[in-house]
């Protein structure tokens, strides 16, 4: 199966991060998630990444930090996301697609069900904070 390559942004401001919730049609749809998507055979992941938060969000990013890649296959699907922090951005996060958002503090992250990929992001936030 072909590896999906997914720009994924963690949205970052003091002890809060910015988490949507995807739609129910879609791939692991009704969980929350952090923006992001696919990225496109002619851009980098930071291209994509930057595209991505535009589109989705209406941020422009500016310095957006490596966080960690992830590989997951769920069964359906493999994605590898790419992780990125982002705490330097311009303008307002708010959501473009209709998308239901908001700051979650990152000790209450555990309580959103997220996809089984994004565990490990969490508990890196959570590594970090503490
Ligand atoms: N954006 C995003 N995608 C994630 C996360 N975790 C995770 O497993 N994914 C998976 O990454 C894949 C691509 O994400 P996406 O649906 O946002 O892609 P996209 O914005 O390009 O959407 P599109 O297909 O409607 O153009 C999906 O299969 C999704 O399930 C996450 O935290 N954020
Ligand atoms: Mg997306």
Do not use: C
């Amino acid at each position: 199966m072909k590896i999906v390559d997914v720009a994924v942004g963690v949205i970052k401001r003091q002890d809060m991060i910015y988490v949507s919730k995807r739609a129910d049609t879609l791939h692991q749809g009704g969980l929350w998630e952090f923006p992001g998507g696919k990225k496109e055979a002619d851009e980098t992941i930071a291209q994509a990444l930057i595209r991505e938060l535009f589109e989705e969000v209406n941020i422009q990013v500016l310095n957006p930090i490596p966080l960690m890649v992830i590989e997951h296959d769920y069964g359906d699907k493999k994605v590898r996301l790419d992780v990125m922090l982002v705490e330097e951005f311009s303008g307002e996060p708010s959501s473009q697609e209709n998308q239901l958002s908001r700051w979650v503090k990152i000790a209450d992250l555990a309580q959103y069900d997220f996809p089984a990929a994004n565990l490990s992001i969490i508990e890196k936030l959570q590594q970090l904070a503490s």
